[in-house]
Nanobody, 119 residues
């Protein structure tokens, strides 16, 4: 069992930046992929960005050019750097980890961190 703890959320003005952190209780090297999702009120949870164990990254269209996902295996931490934030980025941001042990795929979630973009 892996526990994920997010931090770094808060209130920021439009155009500002935040860096979210996701600290894992175990080694993230064993995870096939880790990612960030978000969920705004009344909407479905959506992928923001993901990074594989090999370092490949994938971004939602709205995140491209503004957000950067990275990982520090030594610290068992994944980051999401968010720049040029917009009010529509307001949501709860969740960290996710995937581990494939064929034939099972294990998914782990953090408790979420609130990001509010408002003037």
């Amino acid at each position: 069992q892996v526990q994920l703890v997010e931090s770094g959320g808060g209130l920021v003005q439009p155009g500002g930046s935040l860096r979210l952190s996701c600290a894992a209780s175990g080694s993230i090297r064993s995870m096939n992929a880790m990612g960030w999702y978000r969920q705004a009120p009344g909407l479905q949870r959506e992928l923001v960005a993901a990074i594989t164990s090999g370092g490949s990254t994938n971004y939602a269209d709205f995140a491209k050019g503004r957000f950067t996902i990275s990982r520090d295996n030594a610290k068992n931490t994944v980051y999401l750097q968010m720049n040029s934030l917009k009010p529509e980025d307001t949501a709860v941001y969740y960290c996710n980890a995937l581990k494939l042990e064929a034939p099972k795929l294990y998914k782990y979630w953090g408790q979420g961190t609130q990001v509010t973009v408002s003037s």
